[in-house]
């Protein structure tokens, strides 16, 4: 992204910002962007970090399958729209990580893994916990702050198991980058007037992750 073209984006985002409800969805970070040449690991670590990077990619298909299947079932109405114009934004930083995560294991010699055609039966169990639902428009951003939440931790889990530093570098870049859709969400409800902290601890992480939540 050119410098022109981030100063545009940063402008657009201050606009939305400005426009009141749900004015914080644009505030999410870019998606990390890895070297065009990475320093290639000891033959023994290689097949370490295809498979660490496998994961993550699992998990990118999940979110942008999740965002598409949730957004067939918003309302029309002022706070559906809210939700779906974040739903968007967040689901566009995921393909960017998708992109970029494929692009990376196949430099590494490997077969990125695919996606599947839904991913239902992994966010079930989130329902099943009240941590977010399909039955309304905020029980659906509730839902989604919970899948970025742990998509936060799990990089964050991921990250620590990389060889390569420059992949460790972009990993954890990716991982900040799920921690503000978090905070985008949280944002959100503040502005619907939840009481709330849109910061709630100090770190994204399985201790600080029911602080993070919402319930239904």
């Known amino acids: 992204?050119?410098?022109?073209?981030?100063?545009?984006?940063?402008?657009?985002?201050?606009?939305?910002?400005k426009a009141g409800l749900f004015g914080a969805m644009g505030v999410a970070a870019s998606a990390a962007v890895v070297p065009a040449v990475i320093a290639q690991p000891k033959n023994d670590d290689v097949a370490?970090?295809?498979?660490?990077?496998?994961?993550?990619?699992?998990?990118?298909?999940q979110a942008i399958w999740a965002y598409g299947f949730a957004a067939g079932k918003?309302?029309?109405?002022?706070?559906?729209?809210a939700v779906l114009a974040i739903a968007l934004a967040n689901q566009a930083d995921h393909k960017a990580h998708r992109d970029l995560l494929a692009s990376v294991?196949?430099?590494?010699?490997?077969?990125?893994?695919?996606?599947?055609?839904?991913y239902l039966k992994t966010v079930?169990?989130?329902?099943?916990?009240?941590?977010g639902n399909l039955d309304s428009d905020v029980n659906i951003a509730k839902l989604a702050l919970s899948l970025e939440v742990d998509a936060a931790i799990a990089y964050g889990r991921e990250v620590a198991k990389l060889k390569n530093p420059d992949l460790i570098t972009a990993g954890a870049s990716i991982g900040s980058t799920e921690a503000s859709h978090a905070t985008v969400i949280r944002a959100a409800f503040q502005s619907l007037g939840v009481s709330l902290n849109v910061v709630p601890a100090a770190f994204v992480s399985k201790d600080t992750r029911d602080a993070w939540i919402i319930k239904v």
């Open 48 to 61: 370490n970090d295809i498979k660490v990077l496998n994961n993550a990619l699992f998990y990118e298909h």
């Open 74 to 81: 918003l309302t029309d109405s002022a706070v559906g729209k």
């Open 124 to 131: 079930t169990p989130y329902i099943e916990r009240g941590e």
């Open 105 to 118: 294991v196949r430099q590494l010699g490997g077969m990125p893994v695919m996606s599947k055609t839904e």
């Open 1 to 17: 992204m050119s410098r022109t073209e981030r100063s545009s984006r940063s402008a657009s985002r201050r606009q939305l910002i």
